[in-house]
Nanobody, 118 residues
Framework: QVQLVESGGGLVQPGGSLGLSCVAPGSISSAATMGWYRQAPGKQREFVAS???????KEADSVEGRFTISRDNAKSTVYLQMNSLQPEDTAVYYCYVRRSVTPTYTYWGQGTQVTVSA
């Protein structure tokens, strides 16, 4: 069973920062896109950011300029640095690994809670 291990969530005040990390097995992450989605209570899961194996990044408009995604291929780890956090960023954050060429697959982490509140 493939396991993605997330860490770094927690409680932070508005305007604060948090960093998330997600470790995946090297066998599945080396040639795949890694990234993050989030799901707030009562809302659908939404895309946050992704980074390809070659380093191409994509970010949601809602986080552009505040969140930074990066990856360390040697450690099979993807990071999400979140700055200027706002209450609307409160959600469970899920990392994923996705390969879009054969063999295709998508694996998800268990989720980590991020709460932005005074």
């Amino acid at each position: 069973q493939v396991q993605l291990v997330e860490s770094g969530g927690g409680l932070v005040q508005p305007g604060g920062s948090l960093g998330l990390s997600c470790v995946a097995p090297g066998s599945i992450s080396s040639a795949a896109t890694m990234g993050w989605y989030r799901q707030a209570p009562g809302k659908q899961r939404e895309f946050v950011a992704s980074i390809s194996s070659g380093g191409t990044k994509k970010e949601a408009d809602s986080v552009e300029g505040r969140f930074t995604i990066s990856r360390d291929n040697a450690k099979s780890t993807v990071y999400l640095q979140m700055n200027s956090l706002q209450p609307e960023d409160t959600a469970v954050y899920y990392c994923y690994v996705r390969r879009s060429v054969t063999p295709t697959y998508t694996y998800w982490g268990q989720g980590t809670q991020v709460t932005v509140s005074a």
